[in-house]
């Protein structure tokens, strides 16, 4: 009887011991992904589109099986390739931008990721060699695709609707999250507005003259009409200011220095500051505080004088839209000992066009 007793309660004990040993264990819980973001150029339905991810891992990777997905599903990514994607991890949780890029290629190898994707889930698996700290715990990680990766052409083309798209990043590294994307119909707004177009000319001066010509030396016009044996100032000025795209130009126009029917011959001269004294010659010379281009033989840096009659002739002019610029315009007169006498006059019309 005492020996019977004994056994079932040797049978009991060892029940109670096996069942104990039976629970289950403790399960494991992933951690959650944080700063979840992914930003796409174009949030338009049905039109491919590159994806800039982020986030951080606050478990990181430690070993070769420790893959990330991303799971596109509803959208079509049957392009993309390894080549389009980049991997980079910061160096920080922060997401600024001291980047350290990882290399990718179709399947992991040592030292490289593989990057593939099948059924719109992208999948990350670590290198064969990756050992602790992979990706570090506590790392930002940003995941590039489409034209925006280093050497990338194929991007992953939109769902074709206006619905909101949950997008899951899970794998074996032991964390994930999820974030959702929303598309309409069209991202673009467009935007208007006219700018008038506009140019401003002035003259500061419209009556100069040269007093009594001299046959013996050059004589300069002046804005008191006196005339002057100097070439030390300007006659007058012309201003111009236009925001026309393909800037301006100013032409003159008008007769030589006429009395009646007597003229006197117009010039052209160059590289030297008073011409031939003796001779009969008019012409005119300019400067510019700007960048505009004076036409040849009418530069006083050199000095140029030159003269056109009654033909229209530019003799300055700029390409781009400019501020005001403003040109020196000098007059020069020599006449011969047998030029007629008389009262010698023109009026000369300039022109400033714009290119709009």
């Known amino acids: ?39 796409l150029n174009t949030l338009t339905q049905a039109v491919d589109a590159n994806h800039e991810i982020y986030f951080v891992t606050p478990t990181g990777v430690d070993a070769s099986t420790d893959t990330i997905t991303i799971d596109f599903t509803d959208f079509t990514t049957t392009s993309v390739a390894f080549g389009d994607i980049d991997l980079a991890v910061d160096d920080d949780a922060a997401c600024d931008g001291s980047w350290s890029d990882k290399t990718l290629a179709a399947s992991a190898a040592a030292g490289t990721w593989g990057a593939a994707i099948a059924s719109d889930v992208l999948t990350l698996t670590p290198p064969t060699d990756a050992s602790s700290g992979e990706i570090t715990a506590g790392r930002c990680v940003q995941i590039q695709i489409g034209s925006n990766a280093s050497g990338g052409s194929n991007q992953i083309n939109n769902p074709n609707d206006t619905s909101t798209h949950v997008v899951e990043i899970a794998g074996n590294f032991g964390d994930s999250g999820k974030f959702a994307l929303d598309f309409v119909g069209d991202d673009s707004v467009n935007v208007t507005a006219t700018v008038d177009p506009s140019i ?21 016009a002046t ?20 925001n026309a795209t393909d800037g301006w130009a100013i032409t003159y126009n008008g007769a030589t220095l006429t009395s009646g029917s007597d003229t006197i011959s ?21 400067t510019t505080d700007g960048d505009a281009t004076i036409a040849t033989g009418y530069a006083h840096g050199d000095p140029d004088w030159t003269f056109v009659a009654s033909t229209t002739t530019t003799i300055i002019s700029e390409t781009v839209p400019t501020n005001t610029e403003t040109i020196g315009v000098r007059y020069l007169a020599n006449i011969a000992a047998i030029t007629e006498a008389g009262l010698y006059t023109t009026d000369i019309t300039y022109i400033a066009t714009a290119t709009f």
Do not use: C
């Open 266 to 286: 117009v010039a052209s001269i160059n590289n030297d500051a008073n011409g031939t004294p003796g001779s009969e010659e008019f012409g005119l010379s300019i």
């Open 1 to 39: 009887m005492y020996g019977k007793l004994q056994k079932i309660q040797i049978a009991i004990l060892i029940a109670v011991f096996v069942t104990v040993l039976s629970f289950p264990a403790r399960p494991v819980f992933a951690a959650n992904l944080t700063s979840i973001s992914d930003t």
């Open 223 to 242: 804005g008191d009409t006196n005339g002057s044996s100097s070439d030390s100032a300007d006659a007058h000025t012309l201003a111009v200011s236009t």
């Open 200 to 220: 401003t000319f002035a003259i500061s001066d419209t009556t100069v003259g040269f007093g009594t010509l001299s046959s013996s030396a050059a004589t300069y």
